[in-house]
Each structure stands twice: as C-alpha cells, then as structure tokens.
C-alpha cells in the first residue's frame, strides 16, 4: 500500500502538480488541523477496532450510544424557542407540537436567567425579549398550559436559576397530577460556561458549584429519569472558539462537574448516567462529524479510567446539538437555510438525540413562525428522505473521519491537560485563561474573514446589492406592562406570611448545608417570585463581578 | 502630532454575547486607539460615568437582546445631562433596520449591522472623531 502511494505521488499527483498547483499551499481545518490531501487505508492500520471504535451503544461509544442509533428512533427534534408572555410562548409550543416536533425546548429571556422579576430596573427593555418571562409559578402554569408533562420531554436553557425553573416545573406536573418520578427533560444548569462565554452567572463559582450539585442529589431522588445538567460546549464555540476547544473546553468542565458532585458525597455511578452535553455544528462538515464521535470516545475513556465509573450509562456521552447561530450572515439570508442544513446533517452523521436547527432569520430577530417551520422541516427531511438515519454511523471507517477522529482527541486531551495542570476548569476559567483562549480564537477568525482568507459566500464574497430583510418578529412592547402587572396580581393575591416563612427558611438552608433544592420547591408553591429566591441567595451568597 | 482615539465600548443590559465587543475592542486597539471595554451588564448610568471619568472622545454599544431601543437613548441621554454631549455614540449588535431611524433620532450617530467589517468601524471613528 505504502509503495503504490508513494508511486502514485510520484507519477500521477506530480504530473499534475508540476503543472498547476493547488488551491492553496495547505489545507487546515478551523482547529488548525493540517488535513492530508489524500486519506487511505495507512490512517487506520493501526487502529484497534474493538476498543477504539467498538459497538453501538457500548463504550467508547464512538459509533454511538445506542444499539439500533436512529433504526429505533429518529432524534428528538427540538426547536429552542420562548418570547415575549408566557402566554404566547404557549401558543408557538402547541403549534411546533402540531408540526410535528417531539420535544419543547424553553428560551427564557435574560431577567428570567439573572434572577430579576420583570418589575426590577435592571430588567428595563429585557423582559420577553430573548425568551419567555417567568417571574412565579403562575407564568409556569400559563406556559405549560394544555400541554401533558408526561407525554413531551422539555429541555430548558436555565443556569444560575435552574433550582428555581426546575422546581416550578415540578409544581406545575403536580397541578397536572403527574408524578415526578416519569418527568423527562433537562435543564442546562451548566454554570462554568456561563462564566466563560454566555454570561448568566449570579454568585460566585464555588456557591454556584453547590446547587449545580444540590441538583443533582436531588434529582437522584425525586426525578430519576431527568437529565440534570447540559455541559456546554455551543457556546463558547458561538463566542469564537474551535471544534478541539470546544470539546476540550466542555469536557473539563464535565470534569470539574463530577468532581464536584463526587467531592459532595455522590457515588459517580448514581448521577453519571443524568449528565447530557451540549455542543454546536458548525460548518467545516467532516470535522463536525468527527468531533462528536471524538467527544464520546474520550468522555468515556475518562469516565472509566479516571473517574472509575462501572456502569456503560455512566460513560455515555448523550447530546444535544444546534447548529452554528454565529455562521448565520444577514446577508442573502436565504443562504442560511443551505448551511443550517449541512450543519444539521453533520449532526445527524454524528450521532446527535436530539437537534435544534436554526432559522434563516436569526441574523436578524427571534424567528417568525414560517421561518421556524422551514428549520424544523430541514430535519424532516435529513430523517425522512435523505437516508442517512437508516444505518448506523455510516461514515465509520472512512478513513479521513477515522483519522481526524484520532487527531481531535489526542488534540483535546491536550488542551484538558494543561487545564488540569491549572488547577481545573473552575480555576482555568477564573484566572481568564479559557476566556482568552476563546477570545483569540474569536478575532483570528474575525480577522481572516476580513483578510478574505475565510470565504463566507455572501458576506465577503458573492454579494449582491439587496433590501434588508423587513419582515421580522417584533416582540410587542407592552409585554413587558403585562408581565408586571401580572406579577402585581400574583403579589396581592398569594400567602404573603407564607411566602415570607418559606423564604426565611430558604436563608437559614443556604447559611448551612443543607440541600437547597427542597426550600426552593417551598417557596415556589407559594408563589414567592424568583427575584425574591434569587435575591434571597445573593444575600447569603453574594453576587459574582468579572475580572 | 495627533493624539490617541480614546474609546469605551460597553454593554448595556443583561446581554452576556460579548464577542463582537471584544473583537472590535482588540481591531481599535490594533488600529492604534485606546480602548477601554466596560465588561457586560452595564446600566446606561455606569457606561456615561465610565466614558466621562475615561474621558472618551467616543463610546460603543453593543446588544444582541433586542433592549437597544430602551438603553441606547439612554446612554445619550444621560450624557447631555451630563453636559458631556460632545462624546460620540455608536453602536452594533442585532438591531432590525427599522429600529435604526428612531435610534438615530435620539442621538446614536451610526449603527453598525450584523456582517460590517472591524475596517467599516476604525474608518468610521476615524472620520468622526477630532483629534487635533
């Protein structure tokens, strides 16, 4: 093999060569991977099949987590989205579920996530705008109204207040007289990446740490079969990272996350399985799709070698993707439903549950609902028509996917490593190091788009003069008056002593040790508001500044 | 000689999408200015006091939230109170294009749209601000 390639180099490819050269004097992935011109069987000679790639739904899980893949079952087909009042959010959720969409996937807008109810000063001009507004469980019961909790799974985007959504997703499926033993979802609750790249933090790491693990102790409990963290790699790959850093990035946090929960007296095998993961699918295809299946060989062979995990469910890396939000260009918009569609093949190559796609509007507002449905139909039609969902991880064995599977692990195990040599992602992330890695990322792309090293058709080259886009979704302004005067309502009609008793209690757990997930669940039912639970933990906890 | 651009680019609002800021934070550096970068979650108040202790001849905003329309007056307001109307606002982020006359009415000097150049921006700066 090796003597007829040499020869092939020698006579065919420089015959050509000599005559006209190629595109450009090296081709390197967005990770600065040098690919080859030509990959053959020599990549993967050396490799061990049985360990390295194994079966489906057996560790390392690189040809994915589950024996029959999508022959079982497509991927559950998640389209984010939340805006303006509880009450229309629950209108765009009941019309995703008629088109078919299998699973809801919460946006909440930024007061939500920081822990302000609509009526704070900071919250002026935020409410509903980037997701729905919750400010009690009255909103939660608006949002989830009609909707049977046993029968969708819902994933919500909340960090620093996940305690808060989660619980009061609990109190509405108790309304709903469903138990909270068969709930499925998720909740990001994946703090450290807020600190690193998507900026929703409240307290400080350390006390942020302990109801990240509060969570996960309380979910072994009482909701056995809910994914109690997403660990996040979409977003700091949207703030400008690579594919390798994004799945070193992710997988040291994943790290710093079992630590912790070990460190709290949680056996790694009870809450391993609970762990889900998060990443983005950009547009460099064949990375894309080797990065995922490098992403779960190495969390498992972390899980097992390092971690001592025993059961296969405890090294099982299961997640969600969405495609690339920062490779959407406002310009010829249409453009983007072509590359959300790559993106979400990619995906689908690589073994992804569940897939949210992107719409072709998003360089410009919150999608309309026709734009919504054309990203939701982009999926329809990689799992219906296309083929690809019919055989299980078909480009294992090829031998350039094989080899970049390769390079991207032994790259990010690198990049883990010298995070651990830090101290770990917490102290990585503290002293600035992750964010600036992301940060030079960011710029050097900037900077090539602009140098027009990187084409971005449409943007950089191929442009046309065109109108800009008018027909958008605007969030109507006075979503904002009514979410505060709801909130009024609630206020007056609610138990005030017993909100006032709940949220003692809730003090005096935090000022301990206890498990604050439970004086939270108190303090929900009687509808104190989650600026009042968060403000009643920044007390105790104080608030996180960035460096 | 000319003196340095002295620039603020802040983030008002709750809005923690930081890389745009950043990157153009480091392009006006690299073009020659001073940059100072205010971090996220800045209330109009703290970016004017920001930019009159700083004493900025121009101030950035960037938002991809949707609360431009509330914060970005703001900033020029507070600064006229301020009687600090001489520095510069501009700004970037996702803001729909019929937003944009409103805005300029209020006092924001340009708005940059998703897919405009660091280059656009240095050569906007440096056409508007008076350095002599």
Partial sequence: ?547 | MARKIRVLIAKPGLDGHDRGAKVIARALRDAGMEVIYTGIRQTPEQITNAAIQEGVDIVGLSSLSGAHNNLFPKVVQILKEKGAEDILVFGGGIIPIDDIPELKKAGIREIFQPGASTEDIIKYIKENVKTT
């Avoid at chain 1, 360990?51 to 991927?75: H, I």
């Avoid at chain 1, 609970?274 to 699918?281: D, E, G, T, V």
């Avoid at chain 1, 600035?432 to 890695?437: L, N, V």
Wanted: with cysteine.
């Fill in chain 1, 1 to 547: 093999m090796k003597e007829e390639l040499d020869r092939w180099e020698k006579t065919t490819l420089n015959r050509v060569l000599s005559k006209s050269p190629e595109r450009e004097p090296s081709f390197k992935t967005t990770s600065h991977i040098e690919l080859k011109r030509l990959y053959t069987p020599l990549e993967i000679a050396e490799l061990d099949y049985c360990n390295e790639l194994g079966f489906p739904g057996e560790p390392p899980f690189t040809r994915g987590v589950q024996p029959t893949m999508y022959r079982g079952r497509f991927w559950t087909m998640r389209q984010y989205a939340g805006f303006a009042t509880p009450e229309e959010t629950n209108k765009r959720y009941k019309y995703l579920l008629e088109h078919g969409q299998t699973g809801l996937s919460v946006a909440f807008d930024l007061p939500t996530q920081i822990g302000y109810d609509s009526d704070h000063l900071l919250s002026d001009g935020e409410v509903g705008k980037v997701g729905v507004a919750i400010d009690t469980l009255k909103d939660m019961e608006i949002l989830f109204e009609g909707i049977p909790l046993d029968k969708v799974s819902t994933s919500m985007t909340i960090n620093a207040t996940a305690a808060i959504l989660l619980t009061m997703y609990l109190a509405v499926a108790e309304k709903q007289g469903v138990k909270s033993e068969v709930l499925q979802g998720t909740i990001q609750n994946d703090i450290l990446k807020e600190y690193a790249a998507r900026g929703t933090y409240i307290y400080p790491p350390p006390e942020s740490m302990r109801i990240v693990t509060d969570i996960f102790a309380f979910c072994k409990e009482r909701a056995p079969r809910w994914n109690t963290i997403s660990i996040s790699g979409y977003h700091m790959r949207e703030a400008g990272c690579t594919a390798v850093q994004e799945v070193a990035f992710t997988l040291a946090d994943g790290i710093a996350y079992v630590e912790a929960a070990i460190r709290a007296g949680l056996d790694v095998d009870s809450f391993a399985s609970r762990l889900a993961f998060f990443f983005c699918c950009h547009n460099t295809f064949i990375e894309e799709v080797a990065k995922f299946r490098a992403a779960r060989r190495l969390w498992a062979k972390i899980m097992k070698e390092r971690f001592k995990a025993k059961r296969d469910e405890s090294c099982m890396l299961r997640f969600h993707t969405q495609t690339a939000g920062c490779s959407l260009t406002a310009q010829q918009p249409d453009n983007n439903v072509v590359r959300v569609a790559f993106q979400a093949l990619a995906a689908v190559l690589g073994g992804t549950q569940s897939l949210h796609t992107n719409s072709r509007d998003e360089a410009y507002a919150l999608p309309t609902e026709d734009s919504v449905r054309i990203a939701l139909r982009t999926q329809q039609l990689i799992a219906y028509e296309s083929g690809v969902a019919d055989m299980i991880d078909p480009l294992g064995g090829s031998y350039a996917v094989e080899a970049l599977t390769d390079e991207i692990e032994i790259k990010s195990r690198e990049y883990i490593q010298k995070i651990e040599a830090m101290g770990g992602a917490v102290k990585a992330i503290e002293s600035g190091y992750i964010q600036g890695e992301i940060g030079e990322s960011a710029y050097q792309y900037q900077k090539e788009i602009e140098a027009k090293k990187r084409i971005i058709v449409g943007l950089n080259q191929f442009q046309i003069e065109e109108e800009p886009l008018r027909n958008i979704l605007r969030i109507k302004p006075d979503a904002e008056k009514y979410q505060k005067e709801k909130l009024a309502r609630v206020k007056k009609e609610r138990d005030n002593t017993k909100v006032k008793e709940t949220l003692t209690g809730l003090k005096r757990a935090a000022q301990g040790t206890e498990n604050l997930v439970p004086p939270i669940l108190e303090a929900v039912r009687v509808y104190a508001t989650l600026g009042e639970i968060s403000d009643t933990l920044r007390e105790v906890f104080g608030e996180y500044r960035e460096r």
